[in-house]
């Protein structure tokens, strides 16, 4: 994901929709990578995770897609409801441990249900 | 379930205190974490500790220390707040560095007057 400056990238989706948000990541040797779920107030949640030796993983309602020739993630969320209003961060951790080498975050982006 | 709790969800300062947020996670967990949350910049890694005593510096550790003295604990100090220190911060740990998500705790909204 990038910074887009003061104001996050936003998804509008009527519920009952699918949504799809994507994210850039930077390094191409990155192993694992993980979307988190954060609500107004609270926290980065879990909500799927894949690694580099996949394309593709489903969970319930939600799908990550992973494109490795273009360093591309995708989240995919079926039948899209209010509670899924949240702002969406991808997360990749590359394969060497240092200092500078921790789970990196994108910018994230605002998925906005319309009932 | 891991729980990561954080001891203070709004916190409001004045410039020159001496700041302490305290996290604490029920896991077990090896790695715990230090971050802030910015509009726009979204999260910038503070400090992270790998181990009891042990700690390393993030992106943007000017301006903070940490403290982990318990395995369960890890404490992010503002030696002296400023205005440009508030914000969001959010407290993470994690088993494993490489195989496992980080669990975060709900944050710490922390204002510098």
């Known amino acids: 994901g990038e910074s887009v400056g003061l104001h996050l990238p936003t998804l509008s989706v009527q519920e009952g929709d699918n949504s799809i948000i994507n994210c850039a990541y930077s390094?191409?040797?990155?192993?694992?990578f993980i979307w988190y779920k954060q609500e107004s107030g609270k926290g980065p949640q879990f909500i799927i995770d894949?690694?580099?030796?996949?394309d593709k993983r489903q969970g319930q309602r939600v799908t990550v897609l992973l494109n490795k020739t273009v360093k591309h993630l995708s989240l995919q969320i079926a039948a899209t409801q209010p509670g899924d209003s949240a702002v969406y961060f991808c997360?990749?951790?590359?394969?060497?441990?240092?200092?500078?080498?921790?789970?990196?975050f994108g910018g994230g982006t605002r998925l906005m249900v319309k009932p | 379930d891991v729980k990561v709790t954080q001891s203070s969800r709004y916190l409001v300062k004045r410039t020159g205190e001496k700041v302490f947020l305290e996290c604490v996670q029920d896991?077990?967990?090896?790695?715990m974490f230090w971050y802030r949350q910015d509009p726009g910049l979204g999260l910038r890694l503070i400090y992270f500790?790998?181990?009891?005593?042990?700690?390393e510096k993030g992106d943007i550790p000017e301006g903070y220390s940490v403290s982990r003295e318990k395995k369960e604990r890890f404490s992010l100090i503002l030696e002296s707040a400023s205005t440009n220190q508030t914000s969001m911060y959010l407290c993470?740990?994690?088993?494993?560095?490489?195989?496992?998500?980080?669990?975060f705790g709900s944050g710490t909204r922390l204002t510098v007057v």
């Open positions: 390094n191409s040797a990155s192993d694992y």
């Open positions: 500790s790998y181990d009891v005593k042990m700690k």
């Open positions: 997360a990749e951790i590359p394969p060497l441990l240092n200092a500078g080498n921790m789970l990196t």
């Open positions: 896991m077990d967990h090896e790695n």
């Open positions: 894949i690694r580099s030796n996949m």
């Open positions: 993470a740990s994690s088993l494993s560095l490489f195989t496992d998500g980080y669990t």
